[in-house]
T-cell receptor, first 115, second 116 residues
Framework: ETGVTQSPTHLIKTRGQQVTLRCSSQ?????VSWYQQALGQGPQFIFQ???????GRGNFPPRFSGLQFPNYSSELNVNALELDDSALYLC??????????????FGPGTRLTVL | QKEVEQDPGPLSVPEGAIVSLNCTYS??????FMWYRQYSRKGPELLMY????GNKEDGRFTAQVDKSSKYISLFIRDSQPSDSATYLC????????????????FGQGTELSVKP
C-alpha cells in the first residue's frame, strides 16, 4: 500500500510569486485535505476536497486555491506569496465515509520558504 | 480561547519513564480524537485514534478520552529515546456536506525529549 506522497520537498520563492504544491493520496483514499504548519505550531486546516469538489475551508484567503483530480491526487496553489506563507504544507488523505474521520494520514510535507 | 489547548513543553524525561501528554478542548461536538507523532521537519504520523469516550491501548501507548471533562491524554510506558518527538493531539467532528467534518483541529504540540 502506497502512503501519501508530496512534491516538491522544499521550495524557495520570493514575495509576490505563485506556487503549486502536489499531493498523491494513499491508495483507496478519496478525500484530501491540506494544512499549513508554521514553526512551533500545530497544523491549520486550509481546505478539503472530495470527489473533485472543495467541501470545507479554513480561515485562509482566496489566494489559496486547490484542485482534486479524478485519481484523487490534489494540488494546492498559492498566489501573491507573502512572507507569512513560509511554512510546512501538509497533505492528508482518508476514505470519505462516515465513521472513518479519525483515520487521516499525512504526507511528509513541502517546506515553503518565501523571501 | 483556542478550541484545543496543549502544553507546548518542552518535556524532558529519563529513559524508561512513564510520560503523560494532555489536551483540553472546548467544543463538545468533537467525537474523534487522535494523537500524532511528528519528528523534526517530517509529516505527522498517526499513533492512536479514538471515537467518543474511553480508553485504547496499543503496545506502550494508551489513549484516554474523558468527554465529560473535555480532556484527552496519551500515556507512553517505558519511554525510549526514539520516542523523542513532538506529539500533537487532534480532534474532529462529524457532519456537514460530504463529511467536511473531517477537518482536524490540532493542539500546538508538546515537544518530548527522552534522555538515555
Amino acid at each position: 500500500e502506497t502512503g501519501v506522497t508530496q512534491s516538491p520537498t522544499h521550495l524557495i520563492k520570493t514575495r509576490g510569486q505563485q506556487v503549486t504544491l502536489r499531493c498523491s493520496s494513499q491508495s483507496g483514499h478519496n478525500t484530501v485535505s491540506w494544512y499549513q504548519q508554521a514553526l512551533g505550531q500545530g497544523p491549520q486546516f486550509i481546505f478539503q476536497y472530495y470527489r473533485e469538489e472543495e467541501n470545507g475551508r479554513g480561515n485562509f484567503p482566496p489566494r489559496f486555491s486547490g484542485l482534486q483530480f479524478p485519481n484523487y491526487s490534489s494540488e494546492l496553489n498559492v498566489n501573491a506569496l507573502e512572507l507569512d506563507d513560509s511554512a510546512l504544507y501538509l497533505c492528508a488523505s482518508r476514505i470519505g465515509a462516515s465513521g472513518r474521520l479519525g483515520e487521516q494520514f499525512f504526507g511528509p510535507g513541502t517546506r515553503l520558504t518565501v523571501l | 480561547q483556542k478550541e484545543v489547548e496543549q502544553d507546548p513543553g518542552p518535556l524532558s524525561v529519563p529513559e524508561g519513564a512513564i510520560v503523560s501528554l494532555n489536551c483540553t478542548y472546548s467544543n463538545s461536538a468533537f467525537q474523534y480524537f487522535m494523537w500524532y507523532r511528528q519528528y523534526s521537519r517530517k509529516g505527522p504520523e498517526l499513533l492512536m485514534y479514538t471515537y467518543s469516550s474511553g480508553n485504547k491501548e496499543d503496545g506502550r501507548f494508551t489513549a484516554q478520552v474523558d468527554k465529560s471533562s473535555k480532556y484527552i491524554s496519551l500515556f507512553i510506558r517505558d519511554s525510549q529515546p526514539s520516542d523523542s518527538a513532538t506529539y500533537l493531539c487532534a480532534m474532529s467532528k462529524p457532519g456537514g456536506r460530504y463529511n467536511q467534518g473531517g477537518k482536524l483541529i490540532f493542539g500546538q504540540g508538546t515537544e518530548l525529549s527522552v534522555k538515555p
